[in-house]
């Protein structure tokens, strides 16, 4: 095993932490940074400044515009990028947008990623993914899939609801999940703007971070063209496979810079802060919460850089990223709530990025599959005695 950067990845990890540390942190107070993600004002002067740096979309092939990056190499650039809010925002590699990407190159036609895919490497234009349903219909089980697709003539007739679709407001695409009268799901692709699709509304949500927020949606007689089917009919199970598997990961990888930036915060506080006559580090209630920090954070990135190797090596990785998930989310949870307690009241106010941190962090532990969902899945695969690695068909 060999945990060593190569120097063109330790030189990449330095210019993404600098862009990020003077670029984009001092946007962080930009009053465009509203409840429902930063606006499209904030998010393209953001993204102006990742397109000067030469840093957008890296996770896509440069044939796309993007530096390729295996999934390791992400890793260590997307950590990077997590430790500002606004970073994944300012690089184009934010949920959904960086999985929908992922997934167009892996599984669309050339002529969907000329009118797709193209325009979201360049974040000309945003994205959603529209899966999870209220109820009754799918939400942590997709089996539960309500919203369905009619063949006619020309193409299908799209209906149903979705809500929690991230980036709805302001998308200019959208990947529906939609399935055929005798079960089968598929993959459809929209424009936004077509008739029969209604957004409702906006969710209030705990979380900041992602532009246009979570939304509320219905398809109410939505025309979708034959070739705007992605991939094979039927097959949309399989293909949410091929997308939720990484971008479970990218999750990961974003949010652990972001608690990284939570536990630096707490430690300079811990540094300088005194009480009882010593510095508050000095006392062992808070030097072992930072000292906990650190152990979580070391484990989860050796989880994720694990689980970014298995994926580098062609396989989907489902066993892996199920295990990263949990790891990451609860370990990263840990981290940023002892820094809350490390800097007391100013912990629970905006004095510091951290209260943010703690609130868009939250949802982490829900989002791409609950804990407890992964924790069946892999129980499920041990006591099947199935092996973790098959590889990706």
Same mark, same amino acid.
């Not at 990890?13 to 499209?40: K, M």
């Not at 899939?145 to 695409?173: C, E, N, R, S």
């Not at 090596?313 to 990223?321: A, T």
């Given at each position: 095993?060999?945990?060593?950067?190569?120097?063109?990845?330790?030189?990449?990890?330095?210019?993404?932490?600098?862009?990020?540390?003077?670029?984009?942190?001092?946007?962080?107070?930009?009053?465009?940074?509203?409840?429902?993600?930063?606006?499209?004002?904030?998010?393209?002067?953001?993204?102006?400044?990742?397109?000067?740096?030469?840093?957008?979309?890296?996770?896509?092939?440069?044939?796309?515009?993007?530096?390729?990056?295996?999934?390791?190499?992400?890793?260590?650039?997307?950590?990077?990028?997590?430790?500002?809010?606004?970073?994944?925002?300012?690089?184009?590699?934010?949920?959904?947008?960086?999985?929908?990407?992922?997934?167009?190159?892996?599984?669309?036609?050339?002529?969907?990623?000329?009118?797709?895919?193209?325009?979201?490497?360049?974040?000309?234009?945003?994205?959603?993914?529209?899966?999870?349903?209220?109820?009754?219909?799918?939400?942590?089980?997709?089996?539960?899939?309500?919203?369905?697709?009619?063949?006619?003539?020309?193409?299908?007739?799209?209906?149903?609801?979705?809500?929690?679709?991230?980036?709805?407001?302001?998308?200019?695409?959208?990947?529906?999940?939609?399935?055929?009268?005798?079960?089968?799901?598929?993959?459809?692709?929209?424009?936004?703007?077509?008739?029969?699709?209604?957004?409702?509304?906006?969710?209030?949500?705990?979380?900041?971070?992602?532009?246009?927020?979570?939304? #509320?949606?219905?398809?109410?007689?939505? /025309? =979708?063209?034959?070739?705007? %089917?992605?991939?094979?009919? $039927?097959? @949309?199970?399989?293909?949410?496979?091929?997308?939720?598997?990484?971008?479970?990961?990218?999750?990961?990888?974003?949010?652990?810079?972001?608690?990284?930036?939570?536990?630096?915060?707490?430690?300079?506080?811990?540094?300088?802060?005194?009480?009882?006559?010593?510095?508050?580090?000095?006392?062992?209630?808070?030097?072992?919460?930072?000292?906990?920090?650190?152990?979580?954070?070391?484990?989860?990135?050796?989880?994720?850089?694990?689980?970014?190797?298995?994926?580098?090596?062609?396989?989907?990785?489902?066993?892996?990223?199920?295990?990263?998930?949990? #790891?990451?989310?609860?370990?990263?949870? /840990? =981290?940023?709530?002892?820094? %809350?307690?490390?800097?007391? $009241?100013? @912990?629970?106010?905006?004095?510091?990025?951290?209260?943010?941190?703690?609130?868009?962090?939250?949802?982490?532990?829900?989002?791409?599959?609950?804990?407890?969902?992964?924790?069946?899945?892999?129980?499920?695969?041990?006591?099947?005695?199935?092996?973790?690695?098959?590889?990706?068909?």
């Amino acid at each position: 095993m060999d945990f060593s950067l190569s120097p063109e990845l330790t030189e990449l990890q330095a210019r993404v932490r600098a862009f990020i540390a003077d670029e984009i942190v001092p946007f962080e107070r930009d009053p465009r940074c509203t409840a429902h993600g930063p606006d499209e004002s904030l998010r393209a002067e953001l993204i102006a400044k990742g397109r000067r740096a030469g840093l957008l979309s890296s996770h896509v092939s440069p044939e796309f515009g993007g530096l390729g990056l295996t999934h390791v190499a992400k890793a260590v650039l997307f950590e990077e990028a997590g430790y500002s809010p606004l970073g994944p925002v300012a690089l184009n590699i934010a949920a959904p947008d960086e999985g929908n990407m992922h997934l167009l190159e892996a599984v669309a036609t050339p002529q969907q990623k000329e009118r797709w895919l193209r325009p979201l490497a360049a974040a000309e234009i945003r994205s959603c993914f529209c899966m999870t349903e209220p109820p009754p219909g799918a939400g942590a089980d997709p089996s539960m899939l309500q919203t369905t697709a009619t063949p006619d003539d020309d193409g299908y007739v799209i209906d149903g609801g979705k809500w929690f679709i991230t980036g709805a407001h302001g998308a200019a695409v959208g990947i529906i999940m939609a399935k055929f009268a005798d079960g089968p799901a598929t993959m459809f692709l929209a424009d936004m703007t077509s008739p029969g699709i209604v957004i409702e509304r906006a969710m209030d949500s705990l979380d900041t971070c992602f532009p246009g927020g979570h939304g #509320v949606v219905r398809f109410e007689g939505l /025309r =979708v063209p034959k070739e705007n %089917v992605l991939g094979e009919p $039927g097959e @949309g199970f399989r293909y949410a496979q091929v997308r939720l598997s990484p971008a479970r990961l990218t999750h990961c990888m974003r949010w652990l810079g972001a608690a990284r930036r939570a536990h630096d915060v707490a430690t300079a506080y811990a540094r300088q802060r005194h009480a009882f006559g010593k510095t508050l580090g000095e006392h062992e209630g808070v030097g072992f919460m930072l000292a906990d920090n650190e152990m979580d954070l070391h484990v989860t990135r050796l989880a994720i850089w694990h689980c970014a190797w298995v994926l580098d090596q062609g396989v989907l990785g489902k066993h892996e990223s199920s295990i990263a998930k949990v #790891v990451s989310s609860e370990a990263l949870w /840990r =981290v940023v709530d002892r820094s %809350v307690q490390v800097l007391g $009241g100013q @912990g629970v106010t905006h004095e510091t990025v951290v209260a943010r941190i703690f609130a868009d962090m939250r949802a982490f532990r829900i989002y791409d599959g609950p804990s407890e969902v992964h924790r069946w899945s892999i129980a499920r695969r041990i006591l099947r005695g199935e092996k973790p690695r098959e590889k990706n068909a």
